[in-house]
């Protein structure tokens, strides 16, 4: 069942520009791994598109949503050496989050399971996101640090989603950004 909603929602961040040499190219941040507005997203992957919604955005029109009906969002899904060809140990999430009501008490997530097909955790955190964002209604940069274990290696996958946690009202993410720690 777990497999079948994490396949379901399966790439958060399918549109991230997450190749080193697109940020050299660009000019912007070499530190950075992968970023998503949404903007790119609609039509990729197999994402649960009840999660994409244009109701808020923090820049742009789109982000993603979790509520009682949705409980896990659009799902980046990588292997960490698609992301770096050297090892990462520390890295650090970033992105704005949108509380509306007091029962808007979504995770932010970062699991890095073993391979693509094995599910065995290698690393995991979450980010309640009501310590981090305090008030409604108000979009707030929230930062989720990653120490990856030594045992960490390019063959193990990535995942980063909101999950609804037993909240009874909506959480949006927008402006994601996955970078390495300095």
Known sequence: MRNSIFLTALSLLAACRSDSNSAARSGTDASVLATADFEQSIGWGNADAASLTTEKAHSGQWSVRVKPEVAFSYTYSRQ???????????????????????????????????????????????????????????????????????????????????????????????????????
């Open 80 to 182: 960490l050496r698609d992301l770096s060809p050297t090892p990462l140990t520390r890295l650090v999430l970033e992105g704005q989050v949108l509380r509306v009501a007091a029962g808007s008490t979504a995770k932010l997530v970062v699991q890095v399971n073993a391979s693509p097909t094995d599910d065995t955790k290698v690393f995991y955190a979450a980010l309640p996101v009501e310590q981090d964002v305090p008030k409604f209604g108000e979009w707030t940069a929230v930062r989720l640090p990653i120490n990856l274990p030594t045992s960490a290696t390019g063959a193990n996958n990535i995942k980063i989603y909101l999950w609804n946690d037993q909240g009874t009202a909506p959480t949006y993410l927008d402006d994601v950004r996955l970078r390495k720690a300095e």
